[in-house]
C-alpha cells in the first residue's frame, strides 16, 4: 500500500518560485522512482518530471531550465523546485510513484491528491 502526500502548492506571480513535496508512506511495497504530473482545466494530465532512485531523470520540453526534480530515498521524498514560473504552469499538480521508472513515465501505480499552483500574471 502507498500513500503520497503533496505540499507547497500556492499563488505565486509569473517570475516567481514554489516547491512541491511529496511524501511516500509504503508498506510491503518497493517504490523505486517518483514523479510530478499537471493537469490544468479542461486538458489531459501530462507529466512534468520523474526521478529514479539511481537518480535517472527526465524532464517535459516545457519545464525544461526552470523546474528541477530530486528526492530524498530514506524519507521516500520527492521535491519540484519550480522557477520562473509562467500563467500557463497554473494546475494541479500531483504526485505518482511505481516500482520501475517506467511506471512512473506511464503514470501508474500510486497518486496523490493534488495541490494547486496558480501563477498570475
Known amino acids: 500500500q502507498v500513500q503520497l502526500v503533496e505540499s507547497g502548492g500556492g499563488l505565486v506571480q509569473a517570475g516567481g518560485s514554489l516547491r512541491l513535496s511529496c511524501v511516500a508512506s509504503?508498506?510491503?511495497?518497493?517504490?523505486?522512482?517518483m514523479g510530478w504530473y499537471r493537469q490544468a482545466p479542461g486538458k489531459q494530465r501530462d507529466l512534468v518530471a520523474a526521478?529514479?532512485?539511481?537518480?535517472?531523470?527526465t524532464y517535459a520540453d516545457f519545464v525544461k531550465g526552470r523546474f528541477t526534480i530530486s528526492g530524498d530515498n530514506g524519507k521516500n521524498t520527492v521535491y519540484l523546485q519550480m522557477n520562473s514560473l509562467k500563467p500557463e504552469d497554473t494546475a494541479v499538480y500531483y504526485c505518482n510513484a511505481g516500482p520501475t521508472f517506467f511506471d512512473v513515465l506511464r503514470g501508474g501505480n500510486y497518486w496523490g491528491q493534488g495541490t494547486q499552483v496558480t501563477v498570475s500574471s
Open positions: 526521478l529514479s532512485t539511481h537518480g535517472t531523470t
Open positions: 509504503v508498506k510491503g511495497l518497493s517504490i523505486n522512482a
